[in-house]
C-alpha cells in the first residue's frame, strides 16, 4: 500500500519561512504528477501547487503565486514545499497526494502563521 508522510510541521510568525517535505513509499512517485493541499477546518480542501512527473512544468493557486515552490527529488521519492513569505490565511494543514488525487490521504502536516 502506498503511504504518503508529511513532514515540516511548524507555528511561525507572519513573513517566514517553512519547508514542508512528503515521502512517498512507492515508485509512482516517479510516475505521477504530484501536489501539495491544505485544508482549514470547515473548508474544503485544496490543491495549492502542482508538479509535472519530469518537473518540467508547475502550476500554483493564485494566493501563492511568487511564495511558495514545489519540487520534487525522485531519487528520493519526495515531493517538496518551500513556503516564503507566510501569511496568517496559509495556516492549514497541507497535505500532498498525486495529481489528480489517486492515494489514500496520509496525516498532513500543520502550518500555523500567526504573530
Known amino acids: 500500500q502506498v503511504q504518503l508522510v508529511e513532514s515540516g510541521e511548524g507555528s511561525v510568525q507572519p513573513g517566514d519561512s517553512l519547508r514542508l517535505s512528503c515521502i512517498v513509499s512507492?515508485?509512482?512517485?516517479?510516475?505521477?504528477?504530484m501536489g501539495w493541499y491544505r485544508q482549514v477546518p470547515g473548508k474544503q480542501r485544496e490543491l495549492v501547487a502542482s508538479?509535472?512527473?519530469?518537473?518540467?512544468?508547475?502550476n500554483y493557486t493564485d494566493s501563492v503565486k511568487g511564495r511558495f515552490a514545489i519540487s520534487r527529488d525522485s531519487a528520493k521519492n519526495t515531493l517538496y514545499l518551500q513556503m516564503n513569505s507566510l501569511k496568517p490565511e496559509d495556516t492549514a494543514v497541507y497535505f500532498c497526494?498525486?495529481?489528480?488525487?489517486?492515494?489514500?490521504w496520509g496525516q498532513g502536516t500543520q502550518v500555523t502563521v500567526s504573530s
Open positions: 497526494n498525486t495529481v489528480p488525487i489517486t492515494l489514500n
Open positions: 512507492e515508485i509512482i512517485f516517479r510516475l505521477t504528477d
Open positions: 508538479i509535472r512527473m519530469d518537473s518540467k512544468s508547475t
